[in-house]
């Protein structure tokens, strides 16, 4: 269980989030919904003790996470970060592999079974014939997919993603959002920050929503997402899209 | 995959054999073969044992560890162009060494000098990079940049100030000179030292690839690593820079040779890296002492000289 308590966050002199109490229980998933700017990636890193909060707590399992060690934070909570150094030399396998450095890092024996691990997630999101393909020459979106894939290699009971879909064309978004469901449904905790309320709607048991200056509210997918929230949280007004809207079935 | 590693392994005593068969007297084969096995010709033997060996491994030292710290430097501070150089240690050797060769100081001054003058780089740099604020690649590199470009400010006025009879010696030392190399083993246990250290490293390097936040978030004690790889590669640039000057291009070129050949673990790379930087600097030195013999020519020109048109061949073959 990966508890908030009390939760302040800011950054450049703006405060994104102010006394958030949250906590996020096993076989949940949830979405992180807000505008540009709104704290998304702030809350992302702070649950995943990247960057301390301005106040209250982030703890597992009653434990702050400032306690741990990192090895072991390693092994409980994975992180998918919105940007990374494309700067990587070898091949897909080889980068999905990192993702086994927190439970076998062993520079001389092999690991087979890692690398069997790996192909299956490489399968899992649709690049089943690439793991020998030089991992730069990947698109933008293969490359997001094999990085969900080193994250989901990583095998952490809780997995935090910062806009795990972002270059996904529409198939492959609800192909990794079933795949999270999937990780959820396993028992995992997951939470994604997302700019799709569809995507959200369809596959997120719940949502947090991050408002400007501050404020969030959270709750049931089906109790946050409403048209009248949407509004106020994009600021803008919605409609329904007609018949050029879809979602893959 | 597996031919790069074994022929740069095979390079190594490959490449030192050439360092011992070839010089400014010719030996044949049986007498080189005697004065090995200690047998024979005096003379020959004290070529072979007392000048060419201590030369070859002295050269090979210093190569691997330029290459060591040239692989380190590069991945800790995300720059492909970062070389030992950077780090203002060669700058504020070359300053030191220069001052003693002015002063007119014997050989043991001038090292000692040289140390002072490294040291006091390292120092500023550790000092100004690793701040409260942590680890910044960009305040490393700016303050090594600086650094550098300060020492050579003062190597400039002491070379326009020198009488003009030192002016040639102090040239060699700036381009790289292993000629007064002395006593190779000091640097060869801090070559073991500091590849062993890093190797134990080289599983976390490669997460530290991803970035920092990455690599902590994968259970990379970051701080740790980068203070470890940092140390490494600043020790092993001061010992590089004691024995032979500021050889450039070896700590550039040489890890871009293996990672364009297709190793890019660090476990792989970093060893490989010292093997390679060795093997080519005993090369370049075997060419710089024969080549124009009995005068000596400076082996930076050689290393740059062969390392320029490799590099520039594997980066066209880039895709």
């Not at chain 1, 020459?137 to 972002?166: H, K, M, N, V, Y």
Request: hydrophobic share 55%.
């Amino acid at each position: 269980m990966l508890e908030a308590a009390g939760l302040g966050l800011s950054a450049g002199g703006r405060e994104l989030v102010r006394a958030l109490d949250l906590s996020l229980a096993p076989g949940a998933f949830w979405s992180l919904l807000g505008r540009n700017g709104a704290g998304k990636t702030s809350l992302v890193l702070a649950l995943a003790g990247l960057r301390s909060p301005q106040a209250g707590t982030v703890a597992l399992d009653g434990v702050a996470l400032a306690a741990h060690s990192r090895g072991e934070l390693a092994r409980r909570i994975a992180v998918l970060l919105q940007d990374e150094e494309p700067d990587f030399w070898g091949s897909v396998l080889d980068y999905v592999m990192l993702g086994r450095y927190p439970r076998s890092r062993s520079a001389w024996s092999r690991d087979e079974e890692g690398a069997a691990a790996a192909r299956h997630r490489l399968a899992e999101l649709d690049l089943a014939d690439r793991d020998a393909q030089t991992y730069r020459t990947l698109s933008g979106g293969e490359r997001q997919r094999a990085r969900i894939a080193q994250l989901l290699l990583q095998d952490a009971d809780i997995l935090l993603l910062d806009e795990p879909l972002q270059h996904l064309d529409l198939n492959h978004q609800a192909q990794v959002m079933r795949t999270l469901s999937r990780c959820a449904s396993g028992g995992k905790t997951v939470l994604a920050a997302l700019h799709e309320p569809g995507h959200a709607a369809r596959h997120c048991d719940f949502a947090v929503l991050l408002y400007d200056a501050g404020r969030a509210s959270l709750g049931r997918s089906s109790d946050m997402l409403t048209q009248a929230n949407l509004e106020a949280l994009y600021q803008c007004r919605l409609e329904a899209a007609g018949t050029g809207s879809f979602l893959p079935s | 995959m597996k031919t790069v590693p074994v022929l740069v392994v095979a390079l190594v005593p490959a490449s030192l054999a050439l360092a011992i068969a070839f010089g400014s007297v010719d030996l044949g084969p049986a007498q080189l073969a005697d004065a090995l096995l200690f047998r024979g010709d005096e003379i020959a033997r004290e070529i072979v044992w007392g000048v060419r060996a201590p030369r070859a491994l002295a050269a090979f030292a210093c190569g691997g560890l330029l290459a060591l710290a040239g692989a380190l430097l590069q991945v800790l501070l995300r720059n492909p162009l970062a070389d030992p150089a950077i780090l203002g240690v060669s700058g504020g050797a070359a300053a030191g060494a220069l001052a003693a060769m002015l002063l007119g100081v014997g050989a043991a001054g001038l090292n000692l000098a040289a140390l002072a003058g490294a040291s006091i780089a390292a120092g500023a740099v550790f000092a100004f990079s690793l701040g409260r604020s942590g680890w910044n690649p960009y305040r490393v590199l700016l303050t090594g940049v600086a650094l550098a470009s300060g020492f050579g400010a003062l190597v400039g006025l002491m070379l326009s100030l020198a009488p003009s009879a030192q002016v040639q010696g102090m040239l060699f030392w700036l381009l790289g000179d292993l000629s007064p190399a002395a006593d190779p083993s000091v640097a060869l246990v801090v070559l073991a030292a500091c590849a062993a250290l890093a190797f134990s490293q080289s599983a976390a390097l490669d997460v530290l690839i991803l970035g920092e936040d990455k690599a902590r978030s994968l259970g990379v004690a970051v701080a740790r690593l980068q203070a470890i790889a940092f140390g490494c590669a600043t020790l092993a640039t001061v010992a590089a820079v004691l024995l032979g000057g500021s050889i450039g291009f070896v700590g550039l070129v040489v890890p871009h040779l293996l990672r364009l050949s297709g190793i890019h673990r660090h476990g792989a790379l970093l060893p490989l890296s010292a093997c390679l930087g060795g093997s080519l600097l005993a090369l370049a030195d075997t060419l710089a002492r024969t080549a124009a013999a009995p005068a000596e020519l400076p082996v930076g020109v050689l290393t740059a000289a062969i390392g320029v048109p490799v590099l520039l061949f594997l980066l066209g073959r880039l895709r």
